[in-house]
T-cell receptor, first 114, second 110 residues
Framework: DVKVTQSSRYLVKRTGEKVFLECVQD?????MFWYRQDPGLGLRLIYF???????EKGDIPEGYSVSREKKERFSLILESASTNQTSMYLC?????????????FGQGTRLTVV | DAKTTQPNSMESNEEEPVHLPCNHS???????IHWYRQLPSQGPEYVIH???SNVNNRMASLAIAEDRKSSTLILHRATLRDAAVYYC???????????FGQGTELSVKP
């Protein structure tokens, strides 16, 4: 069964803390993504990685960084958490084959910054 | 990235067909049109994709206009489980960077 696993379902952190959100996929997919989802704002792309050590900024990269040292793992880092980063974070991985991009999503991490 | 325009919301009755439109007038010749949906409290899931021809799979059909500036996702018989937000995403063939717009929130009435 296809699996994208995020390290935590719920997380509460303090303002100013460094926060790591981890995502692991077991499908050998080249592409991995981090999104955040907020009511009324939809699903917004933070960062995209198309290979190990390769990344592209999405629509809202400010305040975030990412790391992809191994193909199966994609980490999202909040260098100094702020209350406006309270959100649902979704990780995904996908393959791209003959024009088809089928992405699989993790269960999400609900992050609250207090 | 190609821009898309979808209705914010649509309603359907159970067991009736639903046609979800999407305008993507700035699409390039190498962009595949993908549709995803997001059920309540879940991550998005892939529905269907196509380039020029109409496509069918077990979930839905995709009708693509001849000029490729618009497409329509067709659910042949809507069920309550089809209530979701549906996203239309043009995607470059050699890329893979999925960017979700606002989508169409479909509600299905019994």
């Amino acid at each position: 069964d296809v699996k994208v696993t995020q390290s935590s379902r719920y997380l509460v952190k303090r303002t100013g803390e460094k926060v790591f959100l981890e995502c692991v996929q077991d499908m050998d997919h080249e592409n991995m993504f981090w999104y955040r989802q907020d009511p009324g704002l939809g699903l917004r792309l933070i960062y995209f990685s198309y290979d190990v050590k390769m990344k592209e900024k999405g629509d809202i990269p400010e305040g975030y960084s990412v790391s992809r040292e191994k193909k199966e793992r994609f980490s999202l880092i909040l260098e100094s958490a702020s209350t406006n980063q309270t959100s649902m974070y979704l990780c995904a991985s996908s393959f791209m084959r003959r024009g088809q991009a089928e992405a699989f999503f993790g269960q999400g991490t609900r992050l609250t910054v207090v | 990235d190609a821009k898309t325009t979808q209705p914010n919301s649509m309603e359907s009755n159970e067991e009736e067909p639903v046609h979800l439109p999407c305008n993507h007038s700035t699409i390039s010749g190498t962009d595949y049109i993908h549709w995803y949906r997001q059920l309540p409290s879940q991550g998005p899931e892939y529905v269907i994709h196509g380039l020029t021809s109409n496509v069918n799979n077990r979930m839905a059909s995709l009708a693509i206009a001849e000029d490729r500036k618009s497409s329509t996702l067709i659910l042949h018989r809507a069920t309550l489980r089809d209530a979701a937000v549906y996203y239309c995403i043009p995607l470059y063939n050699q890329g893979g960077k999925l960017i979700f717009g606002q989508g169409t929130e479909l509600s299905v009435k019994p």
